[in-house]
């Protein structure tokens, strides 16, 4: 197995298993601390719900993952969402 390390932009290391019949490659990234953007502090958590409509800086709780920040809109019905264990891809406007 070969291992490369690059310490800027977020990756640890790349690890590439070169004795399988295919290689296996897995990337290790950084553990983030805060979110992208700041939480609006001026506005309650809403609770999440795939059919719910979220922008960024807005906060939620989530029934599984606990409280969090959206981080930004991907498309128009997914949102990335920074929560205590890392950011998470959740739906959003789903009926």
């Known amino acids: 197995m070969r ?3 690059a310490g800027r932009g977020g990756i640890d290391s790349v690890r590439v298993a070169t004795n399988a019949s295919r290689p296996i490659v897995s990337i290790g990234f950084q553990r983030v601390s805060k979110p992208m953007v700041e939480a609006d502090l001026a506005t309650p958590p809403v609770p999440y719900t795939a059919s719910g409509s979220y922008r ?11 409280p969090g920040v959206v981080e930004r809109v991907l ?3 997914k949102v990335q969402v920074f929560f205590a264990t890392g950011s998470r891809v959740l739906a959003q406007r789903r009926d």
């Open 75 to 77: 498309a128009s019905t």
């Open 3 to 5: 291992s490369i390390s």
């Open 56 to 66: 960024p800086g807005q906060r939620v709780d989530h029934p599984a993952f606990g």
